[in-house]
Each structure stands twice: as structure tokens, then as C-alpha cells.
């Protein structure tokens, strides 16, 4: 499999889970759907520590921990709830990578942004959507990993949201040992043409609030031209 194969198996999952998630589905329930799909779409194992889907809901979605301390919680979906689901397949060694917040609202997926209800969720999916085109006017080749970092984190911040990392970080490149990545993060002056592939995942919230937002693509240069895998 090539790099856009592995990945469309995240896509594909996170578009079949959406039409599977009801309520009163528990979230390791979801977890076993969305890993159990990706295998049927060809993953032969999950890259992060063995696990193929992070699911957090509701007050949980602020949470940022590393994989290998993650356990999914013993909870249900509500009518009016905000799950947060990481996919991470993985065949013969190649990665995908993924994630995507999605909105409950009377007991239906809410697929479309501006027609989320709750004023705070839609103004966190809305700027998560902002940032994902910050980087197609910002980034080059040339960019290196930290100026992305603190040009990122400046615009999260100048529009009223924080960066929830537990390492403050803002994606990866994609690598083939997950010991071999480099972060968007400060001192890393690696340049993004350097890489083959690279995540942008802002994990993001509002100051004080019990609600966090995520929404993760791999990217790549081709002909200096940022594309999405």
C-alpha cells in the first residue's frame, strides 16, 4: 500500500463510524468499530502503541496524553455530546494519521460546521477549519518546524483559543519508527521540504473551558505546492 491508500483508511473509517455512532454507544465500543473497520480496509496493525482509535468525549476531550497511557473510557454517547476520534493505521509500515472532532446534537451527527447549535462547538470546529488554511498561506518548503510551531501558536492565541498538547507541539513527521519523528515545536529547525510527510494536528480549546477540538491531516510538498495526503 502507498501513503494516500493507508490514509483514505482513516477517512473511510471516520465517515463509517459517523453513520454507526448512536446514542447510548459506549466509547469503547466506537474504538472497536473504528479499529475493527480499518483492518477490514486493509491496516495490518496501529502504529501508536498498538492503538488504532483514541476516543474522548465531552469533558475528556481536553485530555492530551501519550498513547501508551491512554485507556478508553467507560462512557456513553449522549444525545448533545463532542467526541473527539485519532486514528492511527498502519500497513507493512506505512502510516496513516488522522482525526477528526464530531458534534452530536439531538441525537444526530452534525456533518456540517455552520449548522452546529452550541455557539462554543461550532466556534472551536470553525477554528480548527481556520487554521488548516493558515497553514496552505503560510507554509513553504523553506518553513521550518519551529517557525510553524510559533506562527501557529500565535494565531491560535490572537483568536481566543489555547493549545491543549500535553507537549505543546502541533504535529510530526511521518516516519516509519514512531521514535524517529520531529515535532512542530520550538528548537526544531528542520525544514518541512525535509520530511517526506508531516501531520498538522492543533489540539485546541477555549481557557477554561471543559471542551477541546482536534483536526488532523498529513500533508506533503509536491513541485513547493502544499497538498493534503
Request: hydrophobic share 35%; with cysteine; proline share 1%.
Amino acid at each position: 500500500m502507498k501513503y494516500k491508500e493507508v490514509q483514505e483508511i482513516a477517512k473511510k473509517t471516520i465517515d463509517y463510524i459517523k453513520s454507526e455512532i448512536k446514542v447510548g454507544m459506549s466509547l469503547i465500543d466506537v474504538r472497536k468499530k473504528c479499529e475493527s473497520k480499518m483492518i477490514e480496509l486493509g491496516a495490518d496493525s496501529f502504529w501508536y502503541w498498538d492503538v488504532g482509535a483514541f476516543v474522548f468525549s465531552n469533558d475528556e476531550t481536553t485530555l492530551s496524553i501519550s498513547g501508551k497511557n491512554y485507556n478508553t473510557a467507560d462512557k456513553e454517547i449522549n444525545s448533545n455530546d463532542i467526541i473527539t476520534i485519532d486514528l492511527s493505521p498502519q500497513n507493512l509500515n506505512i502510516w496513516g494519521d488522522y482525526a477528526r472532532t464530531i458534534i452530536i446534537e439531538d441525537g444526530i451527527v452534525v456533518n456540517n460546521t455552520k449548522d452546529i447549535k452550541n455557539d462554543e462547538w461550532r466556534k472551536g470546529l470553525t477554528m480548527e477549519d481556520l487554521l488548516h488554511q493558515e497553514l496552505f498561506e503560510y507554509a513553504t518548503p523553506n518553513t521550518s518546524f519551529e517557525q510553524l510551531y510559533f506562527h501557529m501558536n500565535d494565531y491560535i492565541i490572537s483568536h481566543g483559543f489555547i493549545n491543549l498538547d500535553f507537549l505543546g507541539n502541533l504535529g510530526h513527521s511521518i516516519v516509519k519508527n514512531k521514535d524517529d519523528r520531529v515535532y512542530i515545536e520550538k528548537g526544531n529547525q528542520c525544514k518541512l521540504k525535509e520530511v517526506n510527510f508531516f501531520t498538522f494536528e492543533p489540539h485546541i480549546g477555549i481557557k477554561n473551558s471543559v471542551y477541546g477540538y482536534k483536526k488532523e491531516n498529513i500533508y506533503y510538498f509536491e513541485n513547493d505546492k502544499l497538498l493534503e495526503l
